[in-house]
């Protein structure tokens, strides 16, 4: 019984390091054929337009390049989190918003954030693309070398090089098999560290710069003050509502009460007309009351969960959403956190709702390794740029407070996918 249950284990092991390598060299194989094209595009783009800026077309044309080089760029950092578990932070100064083009070119430009991205591509489009397709080829060129030595090397020109091996003859022919399974087995281990060497190295150049502590502190000052603005106006907030609500309606209770008691012995019935619309205003005020209260923290947040939280967000919005919820931690993120993710959700849910034109929204909230990722998906129409009026800039300024980031892909046409991840400490 020990015996089988160790062979079962070991065979368990060979199919998951099967199954890895396999996975690697499919995505070593779509960065090899995305980082090339694409790096190429956005470094010859962002060249030409930056070139182009003392003659003025550049201060056109420079914001929409280099928004595209970062919506790249981010791409790229989802992918080196999600493929190689490698955690590139994204660190771009805020543009104003309503900012003209001279004021966002400039903006952009003395961005050490811009200028790495513009280092970054030639290196993806060298070394990430030759990392890319190692991880693509060392497992597949194995395969070569097993066909040559089942028959293959009949069809093949006399002297046909296999590596280093010259296949001549069905002996030399089972020699290129030999190699094959020898660069298989390396493979083996090589695949998946090739593709998380590629990240690496995106991450080496993306995530560093020698300003990189003074940025830091620098945006860990500006969303600290972002923080601060947005706790006063939501302060502001709720006294209005406070004040031009729920307050009135109590002192209209107040006076229909002291009328009430006017009439009870000169007039009843009009004592019971009143005493039922006093009723009906003290209702009112308690529902407004849960309204805000529900705005300032819901109480499905604190009693049952971030995901539950959704599915209840969801459940009041006009257009059908399927939420997903798979977190795999240990105990519950901060109630600062939960309510950062839970505003953030709402809010670009409400934007999917008003500006997309979608029919369908999914929504995944998935926590794993003290992060908590959530993606926003709809079928819209497309075109969501943050800081462009869409509400994404407010909910970009929240998820930094606590060094999460915000990632956006939404072409044209759609569909649209808006990205969250927050670092959270459990309780």
Known sequence: MSIETKSGTGRTRAQGRTRDVALSAVRGLALAFVSLPGAVLCFCLAVVSIALVPIGVGIVTTPWVLTGVRAFADRRRLLAAEWGGVRIPRVYRPLPEGANPWARTFGMLRDPATWRDICWLPVDMTAGFVTALLTAVLPLYPLEGFAIGAGLWRVLPDGYWYGFVRVTGQTS???????????????????????????????????SGR????????????????????????????????????????????????????????????????????????????????????????????????????????????????????????????????????????????????????????????????????????????GAVIGAGSGLAGVERRLGTFDGVLAVGSPAGGPTMVTMEIPCALS
Request: include cysteine; charged fraction near 30%.
């Open 211 to 382: 300003g990189e502590l003074a940025e830091r502190v620098r945006v860990l000052t500006e969303t600290r003050r972002d923080a601060v603005d947005t706790s006063a106006a939501e302060l502001r907030r709720i006294e209005r509502d406070l004040h031009d609500g729920a307050q009135a309606r109590l002192v209209a209770v107040g006076l229909d009460l002291g009328t009430i008691e006017a009439l009870l012995e000169k007039d009843p019935a009009k004592a019971r007309e009143l005493l039922a619309r006093t009723r009906q205003s003290s209702a009112d005020a308690l529902t407004e009351l849960r309204d805000l209260v529900r705005g300032i923290h819901p109480p499905v947040l604190a009693e049952r969960g971030l995901g539950d939280a959704v599915r209840a967000l969801a459940l009041r919005l006009p257009v059908p959403v399927e939420v997903e919820v798979e977190v795999d931690l240990p105990g519950r993120a901060e109630a600062p956190v939960e309510s950062a993710a839970y505003f953030a959700v709402s809010e670009i849910l409400t934007n999917a709702v008003k500006h997309s034109g979608a029919d369908r929204i999914w929504v995944d909230v998935h926590g794993a390794e003290g992060r908590l990722r959530i993606c926003v998906t709809d079928n819209g129409r497309g």
């Open 173 to 207: 022919a089972l020699y290129a098999a030999g190699l094959g399974a020898v660069i298989l087995l390396a493979a083996l281990r090589l695949a998946p560290l090739l593709l998380r060497a590629h990240f690496r190295l995106t991450g080496a150049i993306l995530g």
